[in-house]
């Protein structure tokens, strides 16, 4: 194949049918945009910088999803239906959730209209700007190696489980902090040292654990709930039907208002609590439950942190620029994540009041799973044995989840070495280097943030997850923004390369065009706008009493400002922005357009066949259905 120019990408078409690989000879480095490398050498001794195409569509799929679970709908809820009551807590986590989905279909839909390695970097540096992705790259491997750090943290913590005293695990209580912090970052270390068939295959089965597992809470819940109390009366005090029966309610532009709705057990919480500076805030009314609500969705984001890892794998599948792979797999994950996220909350809420004493103490100090709803419910129906059961699976979904926060760090790290977004020298030639598929060497750079939990040996647990989740949160947040920016940049310039709205709405709502959501572009300006507004006003707590301590605005607004910075420097080093392959602007910004074949689809329910055939043909096409999305 002839080497390929920068200008010389292939315009925009869509009768193409399959993809074209272009390459760019680099020197010993050959850099092909499937995301696989050729042999380079290094003192005459040739070493390997590819990562191996080998998981399947599964393993992506329960990558994703295990790394998206973590401890957010498990203890962080805590906090959430504390903050908002049950009503607020619900809304709060459907309202984020459509906001990480728009984000995750706008990136769904770019890559697999042009796959291509590490598409949040390459895309907002072809459709932004250059020093856009460099930025965007760095400020997504630190969201990733933030959140290593904490689920460690969390890990240590949930060890040294304790309720009231009356149900402890005592080897956890005996040992010392840095025992469980060492043993935790040397076993996620390890996992992610195996070979990416092996790693894939552990995530599949630890993904299909947390999905059974969840599903028995959720049904848990609702058999607790049942035999406890009636859902009515877990929602609105018992007299609140009263009111209701009589009619006496004021109903005002559609909605249904009854005094007793904001009381006990109300739908929102009471009032909204915050400590400023050592002094105790209590916030009543309209204003307090707004605060409530908007304190619960900076919660509830971080809940949804990993969604996007379908586009990290992408250079280590099978498949790798199958359209409809990447299409069902960004649909999938969006899909299981929002629908098992809302049954956990609506679930929970019925079966735990939002001011039980000890949903308090998560907002005092993290209190291992004491504080966790599904822990308070299973406790308060006086079930034995099951409690230790739950806390050793929170253990595992914190530690599992942070073995996907290495795993994507490290292949980040990589992509971002190769692509020659780092510094030459001596580092970035080991960066690039794999083992056996791996990136030993961008898997050490990364866990070495692992060594922050050793902090909170000094300090108190609570301060110190609670400091790196708001950053984890606040610098994927600014990534969130930009990937809904590029979109925006890619929607607009590719409807005036097709020539007119016309022929731009025949041809991406042809069954060839790879992967469509209705009004996506508005969803990503929705997304756009969200982003934003918890960027700036994540840390609003901070700025009740100036000046804000340092322990409260660092974390949430360091990240904006390194963006910034890395920005405005990016623009300023030459050296920065000549060096990468992928990294410079082109004058053609579209590759070559993927298509799909009509009969490729997978996930449709094909009504016409089950119309026309058999009962036995019915069922078969059900069944293969249910596979797709299931599977």
């Not at 280097?433 to 050793?454: D, E, H, I, K």
């Not at 009493?545 to 890395?566: E, K, Q, R």
Request: hydrophobic share 45%; charged share 15%.
């Amino acid at each position: 194949m002839d080497e390929a120019k920068p200008d010389d990408y292939p315009a925009l078409s869509s009768n193409s049918t399959t993809p074209t690989v272009a390459r760019v000879e680099v020197s010993t480095l050959e850099v092909i945009e499937d995301g696989l490398r050729g042999p380079a050498v290094a003192g005459g001794r040739p070493y390997e910088e590819r990562l191996r195409g080998v998981l399947e569509e599964r393993h992506v799929n329960m990558i994703a999803f295990t790394g998206t679970i973590g401890i957010g709908i498990l203890i962080t809820s805590a906090k959430v239906l504390h903050a908002a009551g049950p009503g607020g807590a619900i809304l709060a986590y459907v309202l984020t959730g459509t906001v990480a989905w728009s984000v995750i279909a706008s990136l769904g839909e770019m890559t697999a209209l042009m796959p291509v390695k590490a598409p949040i970097v390459e895309f907002a540096s072809r459709y932004v700007d250059s020093a856009v992705g460099f930025a965007t790259g760095w400020m997504y491997w630190f969201s990733y190696v933030a959140a290593f750090a904490a689920l460690i943290t969390a890990s240590s913590s949930l060890i040294r489980f304790n309720y009231d005293d009356a149900i402890q695990w005592k080897a956890g209580m005996s040992f010392s902090p840095v025992i469980w912090i060492f043993l935790f970052l040397i076993y996620m270390i390890g996992i992610n040292l195996l070979p990416v068939k092996i790693y894939g295959e552990y995530e599949y089965l630890c993904g299909c654990l947390k999905i059974a597992t969840l599903a028995g809470l959720i049904l848990l819940m609702v058999i607790l709930t049942n035999g406890t109390r009636s859902v009515l009366t877990v929602y609105f005090h018992q007299k609140a039907l009263r009111p209701i029966l009589a009619a006496n309610l004021t109903v005002g532009l559609g909605i249904v208002q009854s005094e007793d709705w904001t009381g006990e057990w109300g739908f929102f919480a009471r009032n909204f609590t915050t400590t400023v500076h050592g002094e105790l805030m209590v916030f009543t009314g309209d204003q307090g439950r707004f605060l409530s609500m908007w304190t619960a969705m900076t919660l509830t984001i971080w809940s949804y942190l990993g969604m996007d890892i379908v586009s990290v794998t992408a250079a280590e599948t099978k498949g790798y620029g199958d359209p409809e792979s990447i299409k069902m797999a960004t649909r999938k994950i969006s899909l299981r994540i929002l629908l098992i996220y809302f049954f956990c909350i609506v679930t929970i809420s019925f079966a735990v009041p939002y001011d039980d004493s000890h949903l308090l103490q998560s907002n005092h100090g993290y209190k291992s799973g004491a504080s966790s709803p599904f822990m308070i419910a299973i406790i308060n129906a006086g079930i034995p044995t099951l409690p230790h059961i739950l806390n050793a699976f929170f253990i595992f979904s914190a530690s599992s989840a942070g073995i996907n926060s290495l795993y994507v760090a490290s292949r980040t790290l990589h992509a971002m070495a190769v692509e020659g977004r780092v510094l030459d020298g001596f580092i970035t030639r080991r960066l690039k280097r794999t083992n056996y598929g791996v990136p030993m060497y961008a898997v050490f750079a990364s866990a070495a943030f692992g060594l922050l939990p050793f902090m909170s040996t000094k300090t108190a647990p609570s301060q110190v997850l609670s400091g790196l989740t708001d950053n984890s949160s606040v610098s994927l947040m600014v990534v969130y923004w930009v990937i809904c920016v590029t979109y925006l940049c890619f929607y607009f310039r590719l409807r005036e390369r097709a020539g007119g709205e016309e022929e731009f709405r025949r041809y991406r709502g042809s069954p060839t065009y790879p992967y469509r959501s209705h009004f996506q572009w508005l969803r990503a300006a929705y997304a756009l706008v969200a982003c934003t507004l918890f960027i700036l006003f994540s840390g609003w707590q901070a700025f009740l009493h100036p000046p804000a301590g340092a322990n409260d605005f660092v974390p949430l607004y360091i990240s904006p400002l390194v963006f910034t910075f890395l920005v405005i420097a990016y623009k300023l080093n030459d050296r920065f922005r000549h060096g990468g392959t992928l990294g410079r602007h082109t004058t053609n910004l579209f590759v070559d357009i993927q298509t799909v074949d009509k009969s490729a689809r997978r996930g449709n329910l094909r009504v016409d066949r089950i119309s026309t055939r058999s009962p036995k043909t019915a069922v078969k096409e059900v069944l293969r259905f249910m596979k797709v999305w299931i599977v």
